[in-house]
């Protein structure tokens, strides 16, 4: 289903000001809201005399008014999620604040908050925020809210910081200690040819790029990235997956942005962005800094035109070197050996010779890959072997031993389970990415919800690298499936250990999905509980 088809959408609520030029506030806020399926109800804080070229006045409700809004709310449209925008005021934050904790008394609310403290176009009100409003807002707003979502110059007022004095990664560190539970400091003022946001959530921290757009309609960006934020979390997305789709969604919405007026136009979101892979951005691994190269990569990936179909059929994964000559013999080109040995003495001898011997053994068959999961050190001491890793490994590798694997060449496979982990491997350029589980399995324990061939094929779409399909894969018709969603591979685990396991079978399902004509696409649904 997509999110636009959906008959019970739900709710979120945007306190925020009101634009009567039409371009940021409300409006942007509904038509983000619109893109993502979700109902939105506009609670107006503040009306605005302003047009494209910059803000004349504002004019703050009284308190009453705006109480009056949300309680009315209260008692039929319960929100999903609160988001803010310009709320004027102090009283509008006790307002609010008030609300959101009786709220809060039946079940979780979670709150959005985009500090709106000035408008980039400037004019004779363009600045929205004195002393006692920057108050409430670390001591009222911060400590209640999900996600914060300011820009650089924003988080600074908010930190009382001067202007360029600190980095964004040490600037969100800052404001999380100040109650938040994220925090993503955009970026799209920053002078830079890729759009670099910072997000530090409970689940990932890192920057999310994609590249700067050269046209000038950017008004009520900011707006739209928090509604589209707080959109996606009412699907049900943890925060980390909801600023990715926030990205994607805001970025579609500046490119297709339009004139009106003097000034710089509104954005126009729109639902295409859920199947533009030129919105899918990359992140990066952890706080650090981004060199040089890592940049250069970026651009690289992020202009890539990968649409082209690749089919390697099954992908056999097993822990027993004796096996890889029977899995050759079978037909089976991709082969993975996934070995966990203790730390004994004589293991990392006897380790270091199992993979020599299997990479003999399939060196000896035109066509085959032995992919060696984990023990990289090894896997670089033999010409042709490719590298599998799991995210959590590569992120505890050091800069040195990453720099050293990404100038090795050696060919190298990822796996991912969410959308930010999608944009992760991308950032690495790797050969393939694995999409997984797709079905429930009991291979390891981990908390990823099954993917489904709807997330699967959103990959296949997405990711511009060949994807693999892992997880669950038990019998032939799943193959079959698996193969019509264009992916590139179908990995058998459990199922190479069954005794009705026939390959054969499998090879047979998979080329007949691979001449089935490919399902239409579906919007990606969460792999990962949100907690609230």
């Known amino acids: 289903m997509n999110w636009c088809d959906d008959p019970s959408p739900p709710i979120i609520w945007s306190v925020a000001g009101t634009d009567s030029g039409g371009g940021a506030g409300l409006s942007a806020d509904t038509r983000a809201a619109t893109a993502f399926g979700v109902h939105l109800c506009p609670v107006v804080a503040a009306v605005t005399a302003q047009n494209s070229v910059g803000v004349e006045a504002v004019f703050p409700l009284p308190l009453h008014q705006l109480l009056a809004q949300m309680r009315a709310l209260a008692t039929d449209l319960w929100p999903a999620v609160i988001k803010t925008g310009l709320l004027g005021s102090v009283d509008a934050v006790h307002a609010l604040c008030e609300i959101l904790d009786e709220l809060r008394r039946d079940r979780p609310v979670p709150l959005v908050v985009d500090p709106v403290l000035g408008a980039s176009a400037g004019g004779p009100a363009s600045v929205f925020a004195n002393a006692s409003l920057l108050r409430a807002y670390r001591e009222q707003l911060l400590p209640r809210a999900q996600l914060i979502t300011p820009n650089r110059r924003e988080a600074e007022l908010l930190l009382g910081l001067a202007p360029q004095a600190m980095s964004r990664e040490l600037m969100a560190e800052k404001l999380l200690a100040q ?142 070197p004796q096996r890889i000559a029977e899995l050759t013999a079978t037909g089976i080109k991709q082969i993975q050996l996934r070995i966990k040995f203790p730390s004994s003495p004589g293991s990392e001898a006897a380790l270091r010779g199992a993979i020599a011997a299997a990479q003999a053994v399939v060196a000896a068959h035109i066509g085959c890959q032995l992919w060696i999961n984990d023990h990289w050190r090894f896997a670089l001491e033999l010409p042709c072997v490719g590298l599998h890793l799991g995210q959590e490994d590569w992120a505890a590798l050091s800069a040195h ?81 698996c193969a019509a969603t264009g992916a590139a591979a179908a990995c058998l685990v459990r199922a190479l250990d069954r005794a009705d396991a026939q390959v054969e079978s499998f090879s047979v399902a998979w080329q007949s999905g691979r001449r089935t004509k490919r399902p239409a696409l579906s919007a990606p649904h969460p792999s990962l509980i949100s907690p609230s």
């Open 401 to 481: 031993d990453r720099q050293l694997l990404q100038s090795s060449g050696i060919k190298l496979g990822l796996s991912s389970h969410s959308l930010w982990e999608l944009a992760r491997a991308r950032g690495l350029n790797p050969h393939y990415i694995a999409c997984g589980p797709v079905w429930a399995t009991t291979t390891k324990d981990m908390p990823w919800q099954p993917q489904g061939l709807v997330n699967l094929a959103w990959w296949v779409r997405m990711a511009g690298r060949p994807v693999v399909a892992i997880g669950g894969l038990l019998e032939p018709e799943q193959a079959r499936a």
């Open 179 to 320: 109650g938040t539970e994220a925090v993503c400091i955009t970026g799209g003022d920053d002078p830079h040819h890729l759009a670099l946001d910072y997000l530090h959530s409970p689940e990932a921290k890192g920057h999310l790029a994609l590249p700067r757009l050269g046209q000038g309609h950017h008004h009520g960006s900011g707006c739209s990235f928090a509604s589209s934020a707080a959109s996606a979390l009412a699907r049900g997305f943890v925060t980390a997956d909801a600023v990715l789709l926030a990205k994607m969604a805001t970025w579609v919405a500046v490119r297709d942005g339009h004139s009106a007026g003097a000034g710089a136009g509104p954005v126009r979101a729109s639902a295409s962005f859920l199947f533009d892979p030129r919105a899918m951005p990359v992140m990066s691994f952890g706080g650090e800094a981004i060199d040089a190269d890592t940049l250069a990569r970026w651009e690289q990936v992020l202009q890539a035109d990968s649409t082209e179909s690749v089919d390697w059929g099954l992908y056999a994964i097993t822990d027993r």
